[in-house]
């Protein structure tokens, strides 16, 4: 397998970010008359794709992180830190709900099951929060 080249990185990273051969083609410094063709080209050599591939897999990394730090944090603004006023605390508890409905919305109905009692749990305690302390 040949290596893969500086011109073909910067192409994986840019399609990265429009998920548009023929624009990541044209970013990268390929010509505009031969982009689409090279795009294309570029998207079937395995080592490009490897490379793409590492890349979405560290960012899916990433995102999950963020994720997790975000929920973790509404949850103690919303539940356990006492020094925001009631208010800020609601609209943490409001947020992080819609979050948890937004995702057991767009589940499949293969994931575990546990996780989704948790959700549901969670998703109840704060709903009953929210309605005995007001919005």
């Known amino acids: 397998m040949s290596k893969i080249t500086n011109k073909q990185k910067k192409f994986a990273e840019l399609y990265l970010i429009s998920l548009n051969a023929t624009q990541a083609a044209i970013a990268a410094g390929y010509s505009s008359k031969t982009a689409y063709s090279i795009g294309h080209e570029n998207l079937r050599k395995p080592e490009v794709m490897k ?12 995102l999950n992180v963020l994720r997790h730090r975000t929920l973790g944090e509404l949850i103690e603004l919303g539940i356990t830190d006492q020094k925001y006023p009631l208010n800020i605390k609601l609209k943490a508890l409001e947020l992080l709900l819609k979050i948890l409905s937004i995702s057991t919305n767009s589940q499949n109905m293969n994931s575990n ?14 709903s009953e929060y929210i309605a005995r302390y007001g919005s």
């Open 113 to 126: 099951k546990r996780s989704n009692e948790a959700k549901s749990i969670m998703s109840r305690r704060i």
């Open 51 to 62: 490379y793409i591939n590492q890349k979405m897999e560290v960012e899916k990394i990433e």
